[in-house]
């Protein structure tokens, strides 16, 4: 029953990160409606992708090192929040509802890599 666990909890943050960059790399899309040329297309397909980038270099290091993995989902989310509500000072409730599906996964892929850095110094 222990390995089931463990490997449960070693699988489950990086499955959930691939998936999350693949759900964030899909906002970049939306440059394609701006029917610019190839190269203003392919900086912006860059420019949107940043974000998902940087969590895709964390993911790789966080492989083997799962706090660092812990901390920066975290803090991405935290990031995202903070963001969202100073760009929506309108309402409130958009930023809200946008916070829960940015940065509610980003929170519990950082919680499952904290759970798992615990789990292995243990």
Known sequence: ????????????????????IAFLALFSLDVFDEK???????????????PALILLAILIISWKREIVG???????GLLYIFSAFTRNLGDWRIALAWSAQIAGPA???????????????K
């Open 1 to 20: 029953m222990e390995t089931k666990v463990g490997k449960f909890v070693y699988w489950t943050p990086r499955i959930l990160s691939i998936v999350f």
């Open 36 to 50: 610019l040329g190839f190269w203003q297309t392919l900086l912006g397909l860059f420019m949107h992708n940043i």
């Open 70 to 76: 812990g901390v920066v989902f975290i803090l991405a």
């Open 107 to 121: 929170f519990i892929i950082g919680g499952f890599f904290v759970a798992n850095w615990i789990k292995k110094r």
